[in-house]
């Protein structure tokens, strides 16, 4: 089993920048693809970011993309998100993820899940 803990939300302006990190217990994450995924209020939840653990390979969201950097350090059994040009619609519940297989997109590819941290970016 692995247990994830999510830390770094908060209320922002926007264009100002947030570091998301969670820290892993249970296992080692060396060995799991990791993602980060967000849920506004009323929508579905939605990828925003995954990062292999085989060679680091990473992969965003278009709506992210450039702004949003996803990294690993296996080490200290965290990842993070460094979220930078924030902007109003980036606000939701953050969550991370991860899995054995490879990177996927969508929820269901995704066996443990972290309890949320709030973003929230006011224009």
């Known amino acids: 089993q692995v247990q994830l803990v999510e830390s770094g939300g908060g209320l922002v302006q926007a264009g100002d920048s947030l570091r998301l990190s969670c820290a892993a217990s249970g296992r080692t994450l060396s060995t799991y693809t990791m993602a980060w995924f967000r849920q506004a209020p009323g929508k579905e939840r939605e990828f925003v970011a995954a990062?292999?653990?085989?060679?680091?390979?990473?992969y965003y969201a278009d709506s992210v993309k450039g702004r949003f950097t996803i990294s690993r350090d296996n080490a200290k059994n965290t990842v993070y998100l460094q979220m930078n040009s924030l902007k109003p619609e980036d606000t939701a519940v953050y969550y991370c993820?991860?899995?054995?297989?490879?990177?996927?997109?969508?929820?269901?590819?995704?066996?443990?899940w972290g309890q949320g941290t709030q973003v929230t970016v006011s224009s």
């Open positions: 990062i292999s653990w085989r060679n680091s390979r990473t």
């Open positions: 993820a991860a899995d054995l297989r490879t990177i996927g997109t969508y929820p269901n590819e995704y066996d443990y």
